[in-house]
């Protein structure tokens, strides 16, 4: 019983920690719709690449994270 609230506990930190990161990714693909208008759009898009391809992986890892957890109460 211990075992099974503390795995609840993890998964619902890591669906918190994949929300906000798919909320990051989303702010920054809206951000990407107004380049036109900033000083040095090719610059800022690359910054932003970078950021995208990094919230990109950091959100592939959480929602592994939160698979395993989901079957590790599954098998509980």
């Given at each position: 019983?211990?075992?099974?609230?503390?795995?609840k506990?993890?998964?619902?930190r890591?669906?918190?920690?994949l929300?906000?990161?798919?909320?990051?990714i989303l702010?920054i693909?809206?951000?990407r719709?107004?380049?036109?208008?900033?000083?040095?759009?090719?610059?800022?898009?690359?910054d932003?690449?970078?950021?995208?391809?990094?919230?990109?992986?950091?959100?592939?890892?959480q929602?592994?994270?939160?698979?395993?957890y989901?079957?590790?109460?599954?098998?509980?």
């Amino acid at each position: 019983m211990m075992m099974t609230r503390s795995i609840k506990r993890r998964l619902l930190r890591a669906r918190i920690s994949l929300n906000q990161t798919i909320q990051r990714i989303l702010d920054i693909n809206r951000k990407r719709k107004n380049l036109s208008f900033t000083k040095d759009p090719i610059r800022k898009n690359e910054d932003l690449n970078e950021e995208l391809k990094l919230l990109n992986k950091l959100a592939e890892q959480q929602a592994k994270l939160v698979r395993n957890y989901e079957n590790s109460l599954a098998e509980h």
